[in-house]
């Protein structure tokens, strides 16, 4: 059965440095996603990608993220400068349609910022 | 806002036993209502939906009834067994444009033998 993938599983880096999360979502999907998971909190959207470009976001995805779709296979999320708060869990999603369709996800990325 | 709220864990059960774990909403319009479901070290899984009011979503023994009286979605499971310990994450969507899901915050479920 088709998968979402993420690499790395855990990332590990200094605040300040820049992170790049990657993503390949099942391969005739047309709509990607990624949320994040703080500990102990609630999963939270961050943003939603189609036709190549940007066509939701939350109010966490401030102008130090940013999302590439850079050859038809991966999906990936910039973090520019990070914080202490950007550690958590980051999770890929993708679908083929909109409205019911199932959104499916990768098992995560987690991102340790020190 | 829309948002969900999930009773809080973990929740600790014999193998058999019976499960319940709550799920409340609030949303502005007719949302869908998912459960999903993270094995260790494992991704979000769907494990059931349902897309209208009265809707029963079911899938390997659990069940869930969109009530919209009540604003609920509380999943059940007759008799859990030791492989369904995971976290169970209850999620809304509205269905309108690029849908995203709005989670509640998971709740664990050990089952012993």
Same mark, same amino acid.
């Given at each position: 059965?088709?998968?979402?993938?993420?690499?790395?599983?855990?990332?590990?880096?200094?605040?300040?440095?820049?992170?790049?999360?990657?993503?390949?979502?099942?391969?005739?999907?047309?709509?990607?996603?990624?949320?994040?998971?703080?500990?102990?909190?609630?999963?939270?959207?961050?943003?939603?990608?189609?036709?190549?470009?940007?066509?939701?976001?939350?109010?966490?995805?401030?102008?130090?993220?940013?999302?590439?779709?850079?050859?038809?296979?991966?999906?990936?999320?910039?973090?520019?400068?990070?914080?202490?708060?950007?550690?958590?869990?980051?999770?890929?999603?993708?679908?083929?349609?909109?409205?019911?369709?199932?959104?499916?996800?990768?098992?995560?990325?987690?991102?340790?910022?020190? | 806002?829309?948002?969900?709220?999930?009773?809080?864990?973990?929740?600790?059960?014999?193998?058999? $036993?019976?499960?319940?774990?709550?799920?409340?909403?609030?949303?502005?319009?007719?949302?869908?209502?998912?459960?999903?479901?993270?094995?260790?070290?494992?991704?979000?899984?769907?494990?059931?939906?349902?897309?209208?009011?009265?809707?029963?979503?079911?899938?390997?023994?659990?069940? $869930?009834?969109?009530?919209?009286?009540?604003?609920?979605?509380?999943?059940?499971?007759?008799?859990?067994?030791?492989?369904?310990?995971?976290?169970?994450?209850?999620?809304?969507?509205?269905?309108?444009?690029?849908?995203?899901?709005?989670?509640?915050?998971?709740?664990?479920?050990?089952?012993?033998?």
């Amino acid at each position: 059965e088709p998968e979402v993938t993420q690499t790395p599983s855990h990332q590990v880096t200094q605040m300040g440095q820049e992170v790049i999360l990657r993503c390949v979502p099942i391969s005739n999907h047309l709509y990607f996603y990624w949320y994040r998971q703080i500990l102990g909190q609630k999963v939270e959207f961050l943003v939603s990608f189609y036709n190549n470009e940007i066509s939701e976001k939350s109010e966490i995805f401030d102008d130090q993220f940013s999302v590439e779709r850079p050859d038809g296979s991966n999906f990936t999320l910039k973090i520019r400068s990070t914080k202490l708060e950007d550690s958590a869990m980051y999770f890929c999603a993708s679908r083929y349609g909109e409205g019911v369709d199932t959104q499916y996800f990768g098992p995560g990325t987690r991102l340790t910022v020190l | 806002g829309d948002s969900v709220t999930q009773m809080e864990g973990p929740v600790t059960l014999s193998e058999e $036993a019976f499960l319940t774990i709550n799920c409340t909403y609030t949303a502005t319009g007719y949302p869908s209502l998912f459960w999903y479901v993270q094995y260790p070290g494992e991704g979000l899984q769907l494990l059931l939906k349902a897309t209208k009011a009265d809707d029963k979503g079911s899938n390997k023994g659990f069940e $869930a009834t969109y009530r919209k009286e009540t604003t609920s979605f509380h999943l059940e499971k007759g008799s859990v067994q030791v492989s369904d310990s995971a976290v169970y994450f209850c999620a809304l969507e509205l269905n309108s444009g690029y849908s995203t899901l709005t989670f509640g915050k998971g709740t664990m479920l050990l089952v012993s033998p």
